[in-house]
């Protein structure tokens, strides 16, 4: 079973950075991406940014020039750079690998259980 686990998470003043981890395992597959989601309390999720298989990357206009996202193939991790934080950039993290089964062409989703960034002072 694919699990991902995200981690580095927690309290942080604007203007300071924190770096969000997410490692994936239980998959034999070699083709994914992978997407950071983030939610705030109360409202609807927000898409952050995703690293493709071939690591190309794509950042929201909310949070471009401040985040980067990064992968390491080695250990099947993902990280989530964060600089310049806001108190807007509060809310839960999560990570979101997609993968396509190539004999069914069948896409296949999964999401970790999301670690929460709070940025105040």
């Known amino acids: 079973e694919v699990r991902l686990v995200e981690s580095g998470g927690g309290l942080v003043q604007p203007g300071g950075s924190l770096r969000l981890s997410c490692s994936a395992s239980g998959f034999t597959f070699g083709a994914y991406e992978i997407n950071w989601v983030r939610q705030a309390p109360g409202k609807g999720p927000e898409w952050v940014s995703v690293?493709?298989?071939?690591?190309?990357?794509y950042i929201s206009d909310s949070v471009k020039g401040r985040f980067t996202i990064s992968r390491d193939n080695v250990d099947n991790t993902v990280y989530l750079q964060m600089n310049i934080v806001k108190p807007e950039d509060t809310g839960m993290y999560y990570c979101n690998l997609k993968t396509i089964d190539t004999t069914t062409y069948r896409e296949f989703e999964y999401w970790g259980q999301g670690t929460q960034v709070t940025v105040s002072s």
């Open positions: 690293i493709a298989v071939d690591g190309t990357t």
